[in-house]
């Protein structure tokens, strides 16, 4: 009785980029909006689909992407995002116009927000006169240096000669063009031309990050300067949305009593993210690093991230009689509570944005081994910008992962990066706290939706 006369709940659809480190964010969005009495639709790929059991209170709606086996498995997501933007555009379309089990034909939706990796979203939003909102889920300083790589294009030299290397990015700093987020697979005319469609969201009505304002003010500013509609950087989304579960991969908590009997600070985590690859010489310099460090060690190695092996069967015999019981191997971890603990002084890490927000949030510093992408950018600003971390930077080599573990985890240089890390994760607290900027943001984008 208490509930009629009320209207029923706004209906935003959402929907994620179909990798990890993209629907991560999507669904902690959906999950605070729903906390703000919207009622949440998440239109997502066949490819990479979400577990719904674990968000019963989500409506998920599944668009056929029509992508064979050959293109799931292939290593060139740049493919995988043209392709599914191709197939998804018509179907996504019929959904929302002629009605699913889930929608009926013209149920009111006051917003789609989307990922621009599937622009395919924004365009049908667009056709369909729906107000639509783009989620990005990297890194400000990411999208701000995009559109350099476009004007390198124009004057015909994206690919930048090794003179240029380390010469900044003008009005970019701290970022060189080595810096640049030049995808590694595929062809680079592939990269260009699925950048330049992510990079058109004129018709949305507003942009949001997974960011902090007072980590990214700059970048964001740019931003802004690009678009010219309203920003609301509502980030960490994982600290307004902590109990979200999204692992595309099952995670192995039998790491955390491992890491109940290891001493304070003492344990280096290693995740190199949900899509990067190694080779067996790559693997094998990594392991030897980490045992010639004699530093405790948690060190995810994903099941087929390096081709042709059968997971850890085939590491060195010696290393596993070297090691004993100062590492613990696994293919996946439940990071957020790993980098929570107490025994975790130091992540190294691919530097995902997820994975960088995380870190910072629980006050740790980060060894930092960028693969592709964004990865590059935000790990120039992990260590010149914030200086929270150390780069390794050329081909791994056993060595240089020694001395990296070891100044992290030891020495002054890695001690004054856990102190600056600190006052990050403070500043975190302030702005996701009441009165903080997060939550200021998070107001106005409520607000916003509700106007629809």
Not at 116 to 137: Q, W
Not at 218 to 224: D, E, G, I, Y
């Amino acid at each position: 009785m208490e509930n009629q006369g009320r209207n029923p709940p706004k209906r935003l659809v959402l929907i994620p980029g179909p990798f990890q480190g993209h629907l991560t964010p999507m669904l902690q969005l959906a999950t605070i909006l729903k906390s703000k009495d919207f009622s949440i639709t998440i239109a997502h790929t066949q490819f990479n689909s979400p577990d719904f059991s674990a968000h019963p209170d989500l409506t998920f709606l599944c668009i056929p992407d029509g992508l064979s086996e050959q293109e799931v498995q292939s290593p060139d997501v740049v493919a995988i995002v043209l392709r599914l933007n191709d197939n998804c555009e018509s179907s996504f379309r019929e959904c929302l116009t002629r009605g699913t089990n889930h929608m009926e034909p013209g149920d009111k939706i006051c917003c789609i927000i989307y990922d621009p990796l599937v622009y395919f979203s924004g365009a049908v939003a667009c056709d369909l006169k729906i107000p639509s909102i783009a989620l990005y889920t990297n890194s400000a300083a990411y999208i701000a240096v995009r559109p350099i790589l476009l004007q390198l294009k124009a004057q015909g030299h994206i690919l930048v000669p090794d003179t240029m290397l380390q010469v900044p990015v003008p009005l970019h700093q701290p970022l060189r063009f080595k810096d640049l987020p030049i995808y590694s697979y595929g062809s680079l005319d592939s990269f260009l031309e699925g950048l330049a469609l992510t990079l058109n969201i004129r018709p949305s009505s507003a942009i949001i990050f997974n960011t902090i304002h007072c980590l990214e003010e700059s970048p964001l500013a740019r931003v802004h300067h690009q678009y010219h509609v309203p920003i609301f950087p509502i980030g960490p989304l994982h600290k307004f949305a902590p109990t979200s579960a999204v692992s595309l991969l099952q995670e192995d908590t039998g790491c955390i009593p491992w890491l109940d009997k290891q001493t304070h600070n003492s344990v280096i985590y290693v995740s190199l993210g949900s899509v990067a690859h190694m080779n067996q010489d790559q693997l094998s310099e990594m392991a030897w690093g980490l045992a010639n460090s004699k530093e405790p060690f948690l060190w995810v190695i994903r099941s087929g991230s390096n081709p042709g092996a059968e997971w850890i069967e085939a590491m060195d015999e010696n290393f596993k009689e070297c090691v004993k019981d100062r590492g613990c191997i696994v293919k996946w971890a439940p990071q957020k509570e790993v980098l929570a603990h107490d025994a975790v002084g130091g992540f190294w890490s691919h530097c995902g944005w997820n994975s960088t927000l995380e870190s910072i949030c629980e006050g740790v510093p980060m060894i930092c081994q960028p693969c592709f992408g964004d990865q590059k950018v935000n790990a120039r600003y992990l260590t010149h910008e914030w200086r929270v971390g150390l780069e390794l930077e050329g081909e791994i080599e056993r060595g240089t992962v020694e001395r990296a573990v070891r100044t992290l985890m030891k020495e002054k240089e890695g001690e004054e990066m856990r102190q600056r890390v600190f006052d990050l994760k403070h500043k975190f607290d302030v702005s996701t706290g009441d009165g903080g900027s997060s939550c200021h943001y998070l107001s106005e984008l409520v607000e916003l939706l509700r106007s629809f």
